[in-house]
């Protein structure tokens, strides 16, 4: 089983270029988010997606965009990175419902931005 | 907006010891997750907590929730060196659809 998968796992970006992280998952989950985890800090909510054509922003959304096209794919979209965004990202998933909410992660991309 | 706290930030223990993690949050939150990390790795589910008085347990750890003290605790029982992780808890608002809101994490070293 595949679960959620990150692409990819290491980018060296410099200051001003643009890149997508891609995510997929396989488990028909509605629920799609990113985080980012830096030290000291927790994992952070980027924006995140209760189903295809729905998004919304989390925590902290600035300097990235998404997309949900279908219920499979979520890619996070840096615009123009900066070393702020230096972090490893975390893309998750989950079914919706009252009983639910559990979070399945991806291996995380390590994004290194000089 | 909730908010998660835990402590210690950092845990090193002795194996054959026993600890307590605790976890708090802010406001009400109807449910209760922790989750383990292994240094360079994802994380991975360890217990869903989903009301007041509720107790899981797995192996070495024990997980228990008090929503009227807004207080989740993760007990180690007789640690081992493979216990060794950051844990986190996060917390779902009642109103926050399938957000979680994590904690700091909680870095947890056994030593032989």
């Known amino acids: 089983n595949a679960g959620v998968t990150q692409t990819p796992k290491f980018q060296v970006l410099k200051t001003g270029q643009s890149m997508t992280l891609q995510c997929a998952q396989d488990?028909?989950?509605?629920?799609m988010s990113w985080y980012r985890q830096d030290p000291g800090m927790g994992l952070r909510l980027i924006h995140y997606?209760?189903?295809?054509?729905?998004?919304d922003q989390g925590e902290v959304p600035n300097g990235y965009n998404v997309s949900r096209s279908t219920t499979e794919d979520f890619p996070l979209r840096l615009l123009s990175a900066a070393p702020s965004q230096t972090s490893v990202y975390f893309c998750?998933?989950?079914?919706?419902?009252?009983?639910?909410?559990?979070?399945?992660f991806g291996e995380g991309s390590r994004l290194t931005v000089l | 907006e909730l908010k998660v706290e835990q402590n210690p930030l950092f845990l090193s223990m002795q194996e054959g010891k026993n600890y307590t993690i605790y976890c708090n949050y802010s406001?009400?939150?109807?449910?209760l997750y922790w989750y383990r990390q292994d240094p360079g790795k994802s994380l991975e589910s360890l217990f869903v907590?989903?009301?007041?008085?509720a107790v899981k347990q797995e192996g070495r750890l024990m997980a228990s929730l008090d929503t009227k003290a807004r207080l989740s605790t993760l007990h180690i029982t007789a640690a081992v060196h493979d216990l060794s992780a950051t844990y986190f808890c996060?917390?779902?608002?009642?109103?926050?659809?399938?957000?979680?809101?994590f904690g700091e994490g909680t870095q947890l070293t056994v030593n032989p």
């Open positions: 998750a998933s989950s079914l919706r419902g009252p009983l639910t909410g559990e979070l399945f």
């Open positions: 488990m028909n989950h509605e629920y």
């Open positions: 997606s209760v189903g295809a054509g729905i998004t």
């Open positions: 406001t009400t939150s109807d449910r």
């Open positions: 907590l989903l009301s007041n008085g």
């Open positions: 996060a917390g779902k608002g009642e109103t926050s659809g399938s957000r979680l809101t």
